[in-house]
C-alpha cells in the first residue's frame, strides 16, 4: 500500500442550499504517500481546518471519498468511522489543548488507555516519545509548569501515541515566537520521520514548508 490518505473530490459548503451557502471545498483532491509529509498552505479562511477535519474524520464533506490505508470511510457505519479515527489518526492544533490536572507523561499516556493499552506499555512509549523530542525531564511536570515549546511539543507525543498512519496539524507552531517555532518544528519533522509516519501540515510558514517533502496550496476549494 503506497497511499496512506486519499481525498478524492471533496466539497464542503456551509448554509448548503441556503440564500447564504458558502462553498469552501469545490472538488479538492488529496494523495499522501506513505511516509511522505505534505505542507498544506492557505490564507485565514480558505478551508484548510475544514479539510483537515475531513481528512481525519471530524466532519463529513457533502460530496467526496475519504480512504485511510486504502478503506473508503463513507461506506463505514459511524462506530466504524470513530475506531478508525482513533487508530489511524493523529491530531496536532495551534494550541496544545492538554488537560491541565494531568502531567506530560499522564497526557501522553491517556489515549493510549483509551485504546486498551495496558499501563506499563502506554508509560513505557510516553517515555520513549518524550526522550525523542527532548523533554524527558519534564515528565512529571503539569502543562502550567512547562514552556509554550515544551507543550506543544507534549501535545505532539499524544498525537503519536498510538502510532497513528496519518498526522494532521493544523498551524502548529502558530502559537509560539520564531525562534521557539523553528525548534519545535524541527522535534515535530524528526519525530515523523524517524516513525516513517504520513503527515500533512498546515502552515503560514513558507520557510517551514519548503523543509517538506511537497507543498500544496488551497485555492478556490481545490488543491494546487
Known sequence: MSEALVLSGIEKAYNRGAPGEIA????????????EVVALVAPSGAGKSTLLHIAGLLDTADAGEV?????????????????????????????HHLLPEFTALENIMLPQLANGVSRAAAEARARNLLIRVGIEARANHRPAQ??????????FCRALANTPRVLLADEPTGNLDPAT????????LELVRSTGLSAVIATHNLQLAAR????????????V
Open 181 to 188: 517555532s523553528d525548534q519545535v518544528f524541527e522535534a515535530l
Open 67 to 95: 480512504r485511510l490505508g486504502g478503506q473508503v470511510m463513507e461506506a463505514m457505519s459511524d462506530q466504524a468511522r470513530t475506531a478508525a479515527r482513533r487508530a489511524e489518526v493523529g491530531f496536532i492544533y495551534q494550541f
Open 24 to 35: 469552501v471545498l469545490r472538488g479538492a483532491d488529496l494523495t499522501v504517500r506513505v511516509g
Open 146 to 155: 512547562l514552556s509554550g515549546g515544551e507543550q506543544q511539543r507534549v501535545a
Open 212 to 223: 517538506m517533502d511537497r507543498t500544496l496550496r488551497l485555492e478556490g476549494g481545490r488543491l
